[in-house]
């Protein structure tokens, strides 16, 4: 049975880091790619970074994904956090490549949420 769960969520002040954690089981991670998105209330799932088979780590402003295959974990790594990163992060697997299209995921977790605010 195929299992993501997330974690590492929390409530932070603007400016803080968190590091959220997407444990994997069910299935090694060797051959799949791991995306990250994030849904606000009110708002669509949108993807926040995703990270292919092939790459161990992946950056993009303040957000670092990375992958420790050996665990079948990813991480993100979420700098300077603002406001507007208030949501729920959710962790999804595709085979192989990287793509923001959520409908191309197959297995989701339950979330975690991240909540930012003074």
């Known amino acids: 049975q195929v299992q993501l769960v997330e974690s590492g969520g929390g409530l932070v002040q603007p400016g803080g880091s968190l590091r959220l954690s997407c444990a994997v089981s069910?299935?090694?991670?060797?051959?799949?790619?791991i995306g990250w998105f994030r849904q606000a209330p009110g708002k669509e799932r949108e993807g926040v970074l995703c990270?292919?088979?092939s790459y161990t780590n992946s950056m993009q402003g303040r957000f670092t994904i990375s992958r420790d295959n050996a665990k079948n974990t990813v991480y993100l790594q979420i700098n300077g956090l603002k406001p507007e990163d208030t949501a729920v992060y959710y962790c999804?697997?595709?085979?192989?490549?990287?793509?923001?299209?959520?409908?191309?995921?197959?297995?989701w977790g339950q979330g975690t949420q991240v909540t930012v605010s003074s």
């Open positions: 069910g299935f090694g991670l060797d051959y799949y790619a």
């Open positions: 999804a697997t595709r085979f192989s490549k990287c793509s923001m299209d959520i409908d191309s995921y197959a297995n």
């Open positions: 990270i292919g088979s």
